[in-house]
């Protein structure tokens, strides 16, 4: 069973780099499929932040794209997020997920909650 | 990159029928069958309910079933239960090599 674990910090201060792990266990990140950054604001709707295929090609939103950073460690099965120069509409929920063809997310971690505040 | 479009609230009593709509353009919906569809309770993570269009994953009851008419796709699920109240989101490829989710639709069951 594919199960993914997000961590990192809950507060991050406005300006700063936003920086979220995921954890895979039960599956090898480097055999196939997209690894990718899912967000959530409060009350609001969801927002494909990045995707890493397994060979390491990268695919961002264009809107973000200036600002993250989405990268694979194979040798620990974990994939990572940067996001920089964060304000308090960075404020979110972030899942991490699996994704298939056209990065489709089939297994999703259980989210974490990013605040961005002084 | 703009989010998908969908009705912002559908509602149906248990055993009936509702379909949702999302509509996006030839350069995500339209152009590839990459479009899935996510349920959402709240507090919870996603769970993907419809993928390429139309395929449902393992485990994924058959009341649910997608399908896709040049930009707009649609949500279609059928016997309508209690367990089925929850946020929808459809998304898509796009010509970008990204992803773009919609805007998000309640089901309420009344």
């Known amino acids: 069973q594919v199960q993914l674990q997000e961590s990192g910090p809950g507060l991050v201060k406005p300006s700063e780099t936003l920086s979220l792990t995921c954890a895979v266990s039960?599956?090898?990140?480097?055999?196939?499929?997209?690894w990718g950054w899912i967000r959530q604001p409060p009350g609001k709707g969801l927002e494909w932040i990045a995707s890493?295929?397994?060979?390491?090609?990268?695919y961002y939103n264009p809107s973000l794209k200036s600002r993250v950073t989405i990268s694979l460690d194979t040798s620990r099965n974990q994939f990572s997020l940067k996001l920089s120069s964060v304000t308090a509409a960075d404020t979110a929920v972030y899942y991490c997920?699996?994704?298939?063809?056209?990065?489709?997310?089939?297994?999703w971690g259980q989210g974490t909650l990013v605040t961005v505040s002084s | 990159q703009s989010a998908l479009t969908q009705p912002a609230s559908v509602s149906g009593s248990p055993g009936q029928s509702i379909t949702i709509s999302c509509t996006g353009t030839?350069?995500?919906?339209?152009?590839?069958?990459?479009v899935s569809w996510y349920q959402q309770h709240p507090g919870k993570a996603p769970k993907l309910m419809i993928y390429?269009?139309?395929y449902r994953p393992s485990g994924v009851s058959n009341r649910f079933s997608g399908s896709k008419s040049d930009n707009t796709a649609s949500l279609t699920i059928s016997g309508l239960q209690a367990e089925d109240e929850a946020d929808y989101y459809c998304?898509?490829?796009?010509?970008?090599?990204?992803?773009?989710f919609g805007s998000g639709t309640k089901v309420t069951v009344l």
């Open positions: 997920a699996r994704g298939t063809s056209g990065l489709q997310a089939d297994y």
């Open positions: 039960g599956y090898s990140i480097s055999s196939g499929y997209h």
């Open positions: 890493v295929y397994h060979s390491g090609s990268t």
């Open positions: 030839s350069s995500d919906v339209g152009g590839y069958n990459y």
């Open positions: 390429d269009v139309s």
């Open positions: 998304s898509s490829y796009t010509s970008s090599s990204s992803y773009v």
